[in-house]
């Protein structure tokens, strides 16, 4: 595991921002890893949980394919931390800020996903 976070907390952060693109299927995946995560102790745990997750989403992504999936996990999680960093120190208003409106959407994504109420996604 590399050391790009220093906890869970601040990785799932990363991670939030970091999925907008992902396809219905992966939504629904990490959506579980996270729900899983919430019963686990130990941050370690609940990271090498949800990372396995992540990693398993980027098959899809010829970019990653071609990359290498964990270089191009490291260099997503990177900028994405970065634009985030910035993001915190100059958001003013999350009602007309992208970062925070695309975090909302995701977010409630999620959450649906936990709570059933999207209807099941059937593999192609
Ligand atoms: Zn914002």
Not at 22 to 41: K, P, T, Y
Not at 102 to 120: F, Q, Y
Request: glycine letters at 2%; hydrophobic letters at 35%; aromatic letters at 10%.
């Amino acid at each position: 595991m590399t050391k790009l976070f220093k906890n869970y907390e601040e990785y799932l952060s990363v991670i939030i921002t970091m999925i907008r693109d992902f396809s219905d299927e992966s939504f629904n995946r990490i959506g579980l890893a996270i729900n899983v995560c919430h019963s686990l102790q130990d941050d370690s745990e609940k990271i090498f949980r949800l990372n396995a997750s992540i990693i398993k989403s980027l098959w899809e992504i010829p970019d990653a394919i071609n990359m290498g999936i964990h270089q191009y996990f490291n260099k997503e999680f990177e900028q994405t931390k970065r634009l985030l960093e910035y993001h915190d120190y100059n958001c003013k208003s999350s009602i007309d800020c992208i970062v925070c409106q695309t975090k909302i959407i995701t977010v409630n994504k999620l959450r649906d996903i936990n709570e059933g109420t999207r209807p099941k996604i059937h593999s192609k």
